[in-house]
C-alpha cells in the first residue's frame, strides 16, 4: 500500500499544453504540499494544504493551480506549459505536527519541450 | 537566495567508516532541523532531526549534530553501510510546516 501516491510518474509534454499532476494519501494526514525539485537539486515548497483549505502560497506563477477536493487529495493543474516547468514535482503529506509526520510521494517528471 | 545549503553535491566513502555529511543554514530563527535520505525513482524519506534546544541526537547508526553559533549542523553515518548510498538532504523548518531544503549530497559506499 502506498502511503502517498502521485501520478503520473513520468509526463512529457509540449508547450502551451495544459496538464495535471494527481495526488493521493491514506495515511489520514491533514495537510498536504507540492514541492518542486529544479534544476539545481533544491526542493522548494510551492503550496500546502490543511483539511482543503490553501495555508501556504509560494511565490509561483499562477499558471500553478492547486485544488484539493478533500483532505486526502491534492492535485496540481499547470496551465500554458513553459520550458522553465521541467522539473521534478513531489507531493508530501503530514500531521499538523511537523517532524517524523513528512512522507512524501515518489515524485513526477514532467519535461516540456 | 538559499537559506540552507549543502556544499558537498558527493562524498565517496568506506564501507564500514565514518560517512559525515555537512550543512550550513543562515536564518537564525530556524529552530528545527532535519535529514532525509532519498533513493533514486523515489520520494525522500525521513531519517532523524535535532531540535535547536539539542546539540547531539543520536538513532543508531545515525547522529545528527548541531552548532547554532556557527549555523551549521553535520550527519554522522558509523559505520557505513552500502545500503547507505543515497541522496541526503538537509532541512530547517520554517514556521509550522514549511521545510526548507538544501540541494542534497550524494553519498556512496564502496565495497
Known amino acids: 500500500d502506498t502511503a502517498v501516491s502521485q501520478t503520473p510518474k513520468y509526463l512529457v509534454t509540449q508547450m502551451g499544453n495544459d496538464k495535471s499532476i494527481k495526488c493521493e494519501q491514506n495515511l489520514g494526514h491533514d495537510t498536504m504540499y507540492w514541492y518542486k525539485q529544479d534544476s539545481k537539486k533544491f526542493l522548494k515548497i510551492m503550496f500546502s494544504y490543511n483539511n482543503k483549505e490553501l495555508i501556504i502560497n509560494e511565490t509561483v506563477p499562477n499558471r500553478f493551480s492547486p485544488k484539493s477536493p478533500d483532505k486526502a487529495h491534492l492535485n496540481l493543474h499547470i496551465n500554458s506549459l513553459e520550458l522553465g516547468d521541467s522539473a521534478v514535482y513531489f507531493c508530501a503529506s503530514s500531521q499538523s505536527m511537523i517532524g517524523v509526520g513528512y512522507t512524501f510521494g515518489s515524485g513526477t517528471r514532467l519535461t516540456v519541450v | 537566495d538559499q537559506q540552507v545549503k549543502q556544499n558537498s553535491p558527493s562524498l565517496s566513502v568506506q564501507e564500514g567508516r565514518i560517512s559525515i555529511l555537512n550543512c550550513d543554514y543562515t536564518?537564525?530563527?530556524?529552530?528545527?532541523f532535519l535529514w532525509y535520505k532519498k533513493y533514486p525513482a523515489e520520494g525522500p524519506t525521513f531519517l532523524i532531526s535535532?531540535?535547536?534546544?539539542?546539540d547531539k541526537n543520536e538513532d543508531g547508526r545515525f547522529t545528527v549534530f548541531l552548532n547554532k553559533s556557527a549555523k551549521h549542523l553535520s550527519l554522522h553515518i558509523v559505520p557505513s553501510q552500502p545500503g547507505d548510498s543515497a541522496v541526503y538532504f538537509c532541512a530547517a523548518l520554517e514556521g509550522a510546516q514549511k521545510l526548507v531544503f538544501g540541494q542534497g549530497t550524494r553519498l556512496t559506499i564502496n565495497p
Open positions: 536564518n537564525s530563527m530556524f529552530d528545527y
Open positions: 535535532i531540535s535547536s534546544i539539542k
